[in-house]
């Protein structure tokens, strides 16, 4: 099975700052999705950006990117010139490669605020 | 399109009731999906189904049942509800096109069982 590990469970940066948060996978898959996805306080699930494994470039959204280490086994999200509407729980997830699993499978999440 | 849509968006119950939970999308996916979130955990996966009249059992089933009858609708129920049920309950959805994976989440239920 796979799991997915999030070792910060809080974390605070003044505004216009960057920040990452770290995220840590293990599975025995070659190949597989990564994705973040962010959870504002009105609770909705919104996708922030996507890695495919078999990518070695990593994904950049805007803001957003990450840093995809496959051999680590590690997905961190940086978040460059924060801004006050990124405060929010983020989570990691992963999924085994479509029409394999369509499952994700989450992390405990990180709590980012973002300080005026 | 209004995406994913979950009814209702709040219920408290009391230990023993039994209540069904709605979800329904409109963007004609084959893949919908039932999730709760607790306290200092992520999301993990209740049932989840890949086409209509199909479901599955996810990581933590015990003490839910589904229904797929219908494409666009995907149906969670509590039986006999217990405390441990309190719990935020979040519907997703998905498409099976290659590269277009993205799971579309509902706004979520918040479930209080005393």
């Known amino acids: 099975a796979q799991t997915v590990t999030q070792s910060q469970p809080e974390m605070s940066v003044q505004e216009a700052e960057t920040v990452t948060l770290s995220c840590t996978y293990d599975?025995?898959?070659?190949?597989?999705?990564l994705f973040w996805y962010k959870q504002p306080p009105s609770r909705q699930m919104i996708l922030v950006i996507r890695?495919?494994?078999?990518?070695?470039q990593n994904a950049t959204e805007n803001r957003f990117s990450v840093n995809f280490q496959k051999a680590a086994k590690s997905f961190s999200l940086k978040i460059s010139d924060s801004q006050l509407g990124d405060t929010a729980m983020y989570f990691c997830?992963?999924?085994?490669?479509?029409?394999?699993?369509?499952?994700?499978?989450f992390g405990t999440g990180t709590r980012l605020t973002i300080i005026p | 399109n209004a995406g994913v849509t979950q009814t209702p968006k709040f219920r408290v119950l009391k230990t023993g009731q039994s209540m069904t939970l709605l979800c329904a999308q409109d963007?004609?996916?084959?893949?919908m999906y039932w999730y709760r979130q607790d306290p200092g955990m992520g999301l993990r996966l209740i049932h989840y189904?890949?086409?209509?009249?199909?479901?599955a059992k996810g990581e933590v089933p015990d003490g839910y049942n589904v229904s797929r009858l219908k494409k666009q609708n995907f149906l969670l129920g509590l039986e006999s509800a217990a405390p441990s049920q309190t719990s935020v309950y979040f519907c997703?959805?998905?498409?099976?096109?290659?590269?277009?994976?993205?799971?579309?989440f509902g706004p979520g239920t918040r479930l209080t069982v005393l």
């Open positions: 997703a959805s998905s498409t099976e096109r290659e590269g277009n994976n993205e799971q579309f």
């Open positions: 599975t025995s898959e070659s190949n597989y999705y």
């Open positions: 890695q495919e494994a078999y990518k070695q």
């Open positions: 997830a992963f999924m085994k490669h479509i029409y394999v699993d369509e499952k994700l499978t």
């Open positions: 963007m004609n996916h084959e893949y």
């Open positions: 189904s890949v086409g209509e009249g199909t479901t």
